[in-house]
C-alpha cells in the first residue's frame, strides 16, 4: 500500500521556485509527523524540513531557513515544501517522510525514526 506520494520536482535555474506535494493516506496524515528530507549525489540523506500537522508546528535546517516554506492542507491530506531562490546546493533527489508513532521533535532531522517515505523528486537547479 502506496502511503506517501511525491510530485513537484525538476529543473529550474538558480533563482527560481519550485513547490513539492506529499500526498499521504489519511492514517499517515493524522499522525502529524511529517518532513521532507533531501539526498545530494554520493551524500548522505539529510533532513530539510518538519511539520507537526497537529498543530503547525515546523522545523527546518539552517541551509534552507527564510528560503523553504513547509506547509499543509489538511482537506487534501497532503504536505507542501515551497521553495525559493533556489541554488545548484539544492541539486538533490527529494523525499517525503512521516512518522506514525510519538516522536521528540528535537529529533526531526534524524531520518532513522521515520517509518513511511516517498519514493523521491528529483531537483535540479542550474547556474
Known amino acids: 500500500q502506496v502511503q506517501l506520494v511525491e510530485s513537484g520536482g525538476g529543473s529550474v535555474q538558480a533563482g527560481g521556485s519550485l513547490r513539492l506535494s506529499c500526498a499521504a493516506s489519511?492514517?499517515?496524515?493524522?499522525?502529524?509527523?511529517m518532513a521532507w528530507f533531501r539526498q545530494h549525489p554520493g551524500k548522505e540523506r539529510e533532513g530539510v524540513a518538519f511539520?507537526?500537522?497537529?498543530?503547525?508546528?515546523?522545523y527546518y535546517t539552517d541551509s534552507v531557513k527564510g528560503r523553504f516554506t513547509i506547509s499543509q492542507d489538511n482537506a487534501k491530506n497532503t504536505v507542501y515544501l515551497q521553495m525559493n531562490s533556489l541554488t545548484p546546493e539544492d541539486t538533490a533527489m527529494y523525499y517525503c517522510a512521516a512518522r506514525t508513532s510519538p516522536m521528540y521533535g528535537g529529533d526531526w532531522y534524524l531520518e532513522t525514526l521515520y517509518n513511511i517515505w516517498g519514493q523521491g523528486t528529483q531537483v535540479t537547479v542550474s547556474s
Open positions: 489519511e492514517y499517515t496524515y493524522s499522525r502529524g509527523r
Open positions: 511539520i507537526y500537522t497537529r498543530d503547525g508546528s515546523t
